[in-house]
Nanobody, 124 residues
Framework: QVQLQESGGGLAEAGGSLRLSCTAS????????MGWFRQVPGKEREFVAA???????FYAESVKGRFTISRNGAKNAIYLQMNDLKSGDTAVYYC??????????????????WGQGTQVTVSS
């Protein structure tokens, strides 16, 4: 069993920045991938960024150059630094973990556990 806890959401102006954090607790070993997804009402959960246990990173095209995902292995934590925020970034952001290293880092169905989500609102 793994628990994920997100924090750091809130309200930002367009062009501003926010930093999200996600801490995992429980039985986590090598070979995992952690990722950030976002969801707005009426739409499917959308991939944002992911990081593997070896620090390989992956990004959705819509956030490349603006968002940075990073990891602190000692704390089982990942972070999402979001810069140059746009109104289209408004969503609930979820942290997930894939314990089997499926390789399908952008597909929410391959993640085993999720956090409760944190709201990010960008005002234009």
């Amino acid at each position: 069993q793994v628990q994920l806890q997100e924090s750091g959401g809130g309200l930002a102006e367009a062009g501003g920045s926010l930093r999200l954090s996600c801490t995992a607790s429980g039985r986590i070993f090598f070979g995992y991938t952690m990722g950030w997804f976002r969801q707005v009402p009426g739409k499917e959960r959308e991939f944002v960024a992911a990081i593997k246990w070896n620090d390989s990173t992956f990004y959705a095209e819509s956030v490349k150059g603006r968002f940075t995902i990073s990891r602190n292995g000692a704390k089982n934590a990942i972070y999402l630094q979001m810069n140059d925020l746009k109104s289209g970034d408004t969503a609930v952001y979820y942290c997930g973990i894939d314990l089997s290293e499926s390789g399908h880092y952008s597909s929410s169905g391959f993640y085993d556990y999720w956090g409760q989500g944190t709201q990010v609102t960008v005002s234009s």
